[in-house]
Nanobody, 123 residues
Framework: VQLQASGGGLVQAGGSLRLSCAAS????????MGWFRQAPGKEREFVAS????????YYADSVKGRFTISRDNAKNTVYLQMNSLKPEDTAVYYC????WGLGSPQKRDYGRWGQGTLVTVSS
């Protein structure tokens, strides 16, 4: 599966963005999916994950209650709805396909990564 992330941009604090990750290949629905982010000078960190069916989701504490991950297997797309954005959310956001059907907060559990989309939140 190949992944293409989009939807990043510049937004003011308190605003919203929706990221999309389009996947190629017929096996998208077999895999858990995740979003990670990397701020300048920092390690890539987990944001959210979702199981193959969309039945279970998991969030980093820093985004819980503000971000929502979802997927549409008919469209081979996973989304990250980001609300109440803060300047500390500024980062390059990456989508990733897990090695199996469950989501995971661990980078090592993902085998395919998208190219990243930049989100900048101004104060």
């Amino acid at each position: 599966v190949q992944l293409q992330a989009s939807g990043g941009g510049l937004v003011q604090a308190g605003g919203s963005l929706r990221l999309s990750c389009a996947a190629s290949g017929r096996t998208f629905s077999n895999y858990g999916m995740g979003w990670f982010r990397q701020a300048p000078g920092k390690e890539r960190e987990f944001v959210a994950s979702i199981t193959w069916s969309g039945g279970s989701t998991y969030y980093a504490d820093s985004v819980k209650g503000r971000f929502t991950i979802s997927r549409d297997n008919a469209k081979n797309t996973v989304y990250l709805q980001m609300n109440s954005l803060k300047p500390e959310d500024t980062a390059v956001y990456y989508c990733a396909a897990a090695l199996w059907g469950l989501g995971s907060p661990q980078k090592r559990d993902y085998g395919r990564w998208g190219q990243g989309t930049l989100v900048t939140v101004s104060s």
